[in-house]
Nanobody, 113 residues
């Protein structure tokens, strides 16, 4: 319960767009704070964007202005709209439930021509 599940990854050309989704399936009415992270091959996992209740959405400098975090509280789902994608955005993207610390299994995003 409360395990995040990501979807929406794929192959996109530079300059293209993708939208990732992260849903937390739960039988309760709890709204979970969620964050997006990514990990490229040979690199550490890094923060991308996230929203904690009562705090403005935060973004890493590398994606600010290109990525947009949003959520649908009725579905306990967080989204990551990614525009103007660059090859350096290639990574496995993970969602974390900040209330429980649980991670999703990740979804692969590849930006290549």
């Amino acid at each position: 319960q409360a395990q995040p599940v990501e979807s929406g990854g794929g192959l996109v050309q530079p300059g293209g767009s993708l939208t990732l989704s992260c849903v937390v399936f739960t039988t309760t009415s709890t709204l979970y704070d969620m964050g997006w992270y990514r990990q490229a091959p040979g690199k550490q996992r890094e923060f991308v964007a996230g929203l904690r209740s009562g705090v403005p959405t935060s973004y890493s400098d590398s994606v600010k202005g290109r990525f947009t975090y949003s959520r649908d509280n009725t579905k306990n789902t967080a989204y990551l709209q990614m525009n103007s994608l660059k090859p350096e955005d290639t990574a496995t993207y993970y969602c974390q439930n900040w209330n429980t610390g649980q991670w999703g299994q990740g979804t692969q995003v590849t930006v290549s021509s």
